[in-house]
């Protein structure tokens, strides 16, 4: 009990900002299965936690659930989705409107037994599941030893530019 407790307490329980993120555009990657989403956002999600809390993160991606009208809390619960880590493109210069503009290389996975593996969704499978929506949710995920996963709101991305973009 005493080794639970003290590993609760590492965990820190401090309510940190929202950070909004907009779609931008999606594009073929191409010779590769990766679809490039832009997006933006005025917070620095490359240094989120550095700015609110001191402390380094372990890494930024980009998370889309696949099934309709899916509001995710983590994406372990998600049996289809897109992800991918991001990166910084654009910084809040001039024309900018002090927003960060990032991109993410997304593929498609499906988790078929509530997580326990994952395998990658064929393009023509993922073809079907998007014409079946209007459009897809998907959240910045980012995390740290001492706070854990933090995610961003919601960002809707029309289905119809992801289908788009992959034919």
Do not use: W
């Not at 099934?67 to 809390?73: G, L, T």
């Not at 960060?100 to 064929?122: E, K, N, V």
């Amino acid at each position: 009990m005493l080794v639970l407790m003290l590993c609760a307490s590492c965990v820190k329980g401090i309510k940190l900002p929202e950070s909004r993120i907009e779609f931008v555009s999606v594009a073929e990657t191409k010779g590769s299965p990766f679809l490039d989403l832009r997006f933006s956002s005025k917070t620095n999600l490359l240094t989120f936690f550095k700015s609110n809390t001191g402390e380094d993160q372990l890494g930024e991606a980009l998370i889309c659930s696949l099934d309709q009208n899916v509001a995710f809390e983590r994406r372990q619960d998600l049996p289809r989705y897109l992800e991918g880590e991001m990166v910084e493109v654009g910084g809040p210069g001039p024309g900018q409107d002090g927003k960060h503009i990032y991109s993410a290389r997304l593929f498609a996975m499906q988790t078929p037994d509530g997580g326990t593996s994952s395998t990658f969704i064929p393009k023509a499978q993922l073809l079907e599941v998007l014409r079946g929506q209007d459009s897809l949710a998907c959240r910045v995920f980012t995390s740290s030893y001492s706070y854990g996963g933090y995610y961003s709101n919601s960002m809707n991305v029309p289905a119809v530019e992801v289908v788009r973009a992959i034919e």
